[in-house]
Each structure stands twice: as structure tokens, then as C-alpha cells.
């Protein structure tokens, strides 16, 4: 597809679980982000992939939180032992090395019960 | 640190009037980008608008301009003739030309009423 490709659209799951949630970039991108958006709040930074460097973390909440990429492809991004407090969408976007634009997928609802 | 203050979270316009989002930034950086998307209710966060930080001239994509002064870190979004298709929430995003993230702002959610 054209666009970035979040899977699955939503996600209904017990307190206590493990999640994962996948992000398919646009074709050649070499950034990829990942975003947490609280219900009526903005965006807040989660981590940033470029390319094969190191990613930057500095955003993930607490060691529950992990997300991997393998060269430019897919990322996915994992919650473990998931909190209500996690409840909210995650977004993923990707963009090109001299970040002229980041292009947003449509987000995973993650609702934790 | 990169701040982005939006300080309007809630405004309205009437269809066909023109209306202006306000976003103010903080940064010791030269080289930069500012952004406006949009987020209508489907989640999908869309750019509107861009701005890069060395052109001194307004951005402007047909019913959208923006008003950027860099020396007062200002950079407001002008929306004319206003459509009820315009009604989501609009993020002011900052990047630095070689950062690794895009600092947003708390949103405005606007209304168009018919």
C-alpha cells in the first residue's frame, strides 16, 4: 500500500497481558516513529528508528515497553503485563532522513480492562 | 528542549468565515520545520501545512496559510472559508532539521457550524 499500515485497529485486552502492536512503514522511508495518544490529549513521544543506528528510547514510559525494527521495514511495538493506564491510541508514522514530513498511520486503540 | 504551546483548546467558526489557530514554540535551533496537521475524528493524523524555518516567506496551501515569525517563535494557521470538512482537532508540530522527533502541541479542537 501507499500509506503506513497499522494492525490491528483496535485491541481490547485483559489487565495483566502482553500486546504487540505493528507498523508497517511506507516503502523507503528510513524514519519511523512511534507515538501515545492519550483520549483529548496530544502526541507524546514513545521512540525513533533511523535507518540501522541505535534507536532513541529516551520517550518509553517504563521498562514494560519495547519496540523493535529490523533495518527499514517493520516495527512492532510491545507492552507487556499491560495497565489500564495504558489505555490509548498508538501511532506510528514514518518519514524520510531530513524529516520534511512525517506521514501518520491510522493508529492502534488499545484499551486495557 | 523543543516546546510547542498551543493555548487555544477549543474554538468555532461559522461555515464560509475565516478563523486562526494560534501556536507559539521554543527553541535554540536555527534549522528547523514547523508543521500544522489535522485529525479528524477517523484518527488519521494529515498534514495541512508546512513551513521550513530559513523561508521567510508564508506557506500557503490553498485555503490554508500560515503566519510564521521566527523572531517571536510564532507560527498561527489561517483557515479561510471555512467548510464543515475543516472540524477535527489541529496539531502544531515542531521537528529540528536533524532531530529524532516531532514535538506537538496540545491540539485545538475546531468546530465549523453550519
Known amino acids: 500500500g501507499a500509506g503506513v499500515s497499522q494492525s490491528p485497529s483496535n485491541k481490547v485486552t485483559e489487565k495483566g497481558k502482553d500486546v504487540e502492536l505493528r507498523c508497517d512503514p511506507i516503502?523507503?522511508?528510513?524514519?519511523l516513529y512511534w507515538y501515545r495518544q492519550r483520549l483529548g490529549q496530544g502526541l507524546e513521544f514513545l521512540i525513533y528508528?533511523?535507518?540501522?543506528?541505535?534507536?532513541?528510547k529516551s520517550g518509553l514510559p517504563s521498562d514494560r515497553f519495547s519496540a523493535e525494527r529490523t533495518g527499514e521495514s517493520v516495527s512492532t511495538l510491545t507492552i507487556q503485563r499491560t495497565q489500564q493506564e495504558d489505555s490509548a491510541v498508538y501511532l506510528c508514522?514514518?518519514?524520510?532522513?531530513?524529516?520534511?514530513?512525517?506521514?501518520f498511520g491510522q493508529g492502534t486503540r488499545l484499551t486495557v480492562v | 528542549a523543543q516546546t510547542v504551546t498551543q493555548s487555544q483548546p477549543e474554538m468555532s467558526v461559522q461555515e464560509a468565515e475565516t478563523v486562526t489557530l494560534s501556536c507559539t514554540y521554543d527553541?535554540?535551533?536555527?534549522?528547523?520545520?514547523l508543521f500544522w496537521y489535522k485529525q479528524p475524528p477517523s484518527r488519521q493524523m494529515i498534514l495541512v501545512i508546512r513551513?521550513?524555518?530559513?523561508?521567510?516567506q508564508n506557506a500557503t496551501e490553498n485555503r490554508f496559510s500560515v503566519n510564521f515569525q521566527k523572531a517571536a517563535k510564532s507560527f498561527s494557521l489561517k483557515i479561510s472559508d471555512s467548510q464543515l470538512g475543516d472540524t477535527a482537532m489541529y496539531f502544531c508540530?515542531?521537528?529540528?532539521?536533524?532531530?529524532?522527533?516531532?514535538?506537538f502541541g496540545t491540539g485545538t479542537s475546531l468546530t465549523v457550524i453550519p
Open positions: 528508528f533511523q535507518g540501522n543506528s541505535a534507536p532513541d
Open positions: 508540530a515542531f521537528v529540528k532539521r536533524t532531530g529524532n522527533q516531532f514535538y
Open positions: 508514522a514514518s518519514g524520510d532522513r531530513g524529516n520534511t514530513e512525517a506521514f
Open positions: 527553541t535554540s535551533e536555527n534549522n528547523y520545520y
Open positions: 513551513q521550513e524555518a530559513y523561508k521567510q
Open positions: 516503502s523507503g522511508h528510513t524514519a
